[in-house]
């Protein structure tokens, strides 16, 4: 089974609901025909409802950036897995770095707000990465196998049909300095290894890993052209109509060519 190819963006705290609109169908102009991978928009939660109002007679699929992990009670200024499937949403991000950073959310919180994600019929987005003074230290495999098991503990791998994993080296998000091509790839044939002594080769060949951080339309062939990178999980660069479908229609050239 071929795996998906994925290109998804991450608006994280930016865009009003006029600027959200603007946007969504800016891309749905540019990215209308395209065919061949999904993909997946996470606006802020304030948006959700009147982009997925857009999306809805688009392949475009809408994401949240974060969920709590729990169904419901009281958990004041929280949002429910199904008060976002209740907005349209399909996916949502779990574990970026910067909830592991400003929220200090661990791998337990993960695991278990993935566990809720798929137990509420969401895709799940899981983010893994390492900081720049533990790669310097040697240490981002083992970073990303903690990150990795602890955040998949107790998930089945008939579950894993609906995990996306997105390897995004904190030190590369928002600094305009990716990972090169080659350390990508590294660390994305170092997940696949771990995902088949976990669950096999036919579930870890068939899951989609994207690389995340400074992605941008001149850098997108090399990265995709990695063979264990199957798409993107794009910040700054969703931003704009013109740098995300750039993304999008370049990215997907490249890995349809290699395929
Ligand atoms: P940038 O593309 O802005 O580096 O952000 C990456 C990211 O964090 C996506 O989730």
Known sequence: MERDIIFAGNWKMNKVIKEALDLVNGLKRELLDIEGCKIVIAPP?????????????????????????????????????AMLKDTGCEYAIIG????????????????????????NELRAIFCIGE???????????????????????????????????????????????????????EVHAFIRGKLTELYGVETAES?????????????????????????????????TIAHFSEIVKKGLNTKLQRR
Not at 98 to 118: C, D, H, P, Q, T
Not at 150 to 156: A, F, M, P
Not at 207 to 224: A, C, D, H, Q
Request: one cysteine or more.
């Open 207 to 239: 899951t989609t890993i994207l690389y995340g951080g400074s992605v941008k339309s001149e850098n997108i062939e090399e990265l995709m052209s990695e063979i264990d990178i199957d798409g993107a999980l794009v910040g700054g660069a969703s931003l």
């Open 45 to 81: 939660y304030t948006a959700l409802t009147c982009i997925n109002d857009v999306l809805l007679d688009t392949d475009i699929a809408l994401s949240a950036q974060n969920m709590f992990g729990e169904d419901s009670g009281a958990y004041t200024g929280e949002i429910s897995p």
């Open 131 to 185: 900081t720049l003074s533990e790669r310097e230290e040697n240490k981002t495999m083992d970073i990303i196998q903690t990150q990795l098991l602890g955040g998949l503990k107790d998930i089945s791998s008939q579950d894993m049909s609906n995990v996306i994993v997105a390897y995004e080296p904190v030190w590369a998000i928002g600094t305009g300095m990716n990972a090169t091509p080659a350390q990508a790839e």
């Open 96 to 119: 970026h770095s910067e909830r592991r950073k400003y929220f200090k959310e661990n791998e337990e919180i993960i695991n278990s707000k993935i566990k809720l994600a798929l137990a």
